[in-house]
């Protein structure tokens, strides 16, 4: 896996996913919260839906994908990220699920993904697709 160091401007995703907690929001369900910055430095957030059943609900990377899908044809997602915040970490920052990964992978096979390893207590960005290397295809 080829780790890549963070530079100011992904520590102002994390930054920008992390101020999202300020928003005033319906429930206090919405724990975890995701930021996109796409290739011309765009920046969106978007928070995991939550809802009664838990089935039912959509993870904050799906949400801020979906929010951006109009414009990613002309302006690619570069980089993603995901916080918890409630987390311990130093940065907060959470890897995504596996369905999440799949997700990515199918919107924004060219991004990057910050990761944080608690185990090293390092953060880093990694390509997407090394993330999910035996992605799922659907049969023709």
């Known amino acids: 896996m080829n780790k890549q160091p ?14 999202a907690f300020t928003s005033e929001l319906p429930k206090d369900w919405h724990g975890v919260s995701a930021g996109v ?3 011309s430095g765009h920046i969106e957030t978007g928070f995991v839906l939550e809802c009664e059943n838990p089935i039912l609900g959509a993870c904050a990377e799906q949400t801020v994908i979906g929010k951006v899908l ?18 311990e970490t130093k940065y907060k ?3 995504p699920c596996g369905r999440c990964r799949e997700f990515i992978t199918d919107y924004a096979p060219q991004a990057d993904v910050i990761i944080f ?3 090293s207590d390092d953060i880093f960005k990694v390509s997407a697709t090394t993330l999910l290397p035996f992605k799922y295809q659907a049969m023709e």
């Open 70 to 87: 109009e414009i990613i044809k002309q302006d690619p997602i570069e980089l993603i990220v995901a916080v918890r915040e409630r987390d």
């Open 117 to 119: 390893d608690k185990e």
């Open 37 to 39: 910055r796409l290739k």
């Open 93 to 95: 920052v959470i890897p």
């Open 6 to 19: 963070l530079d100011n401007q992904d520590f102002e995703l994390i930054e920008k996913a992390l101020g």
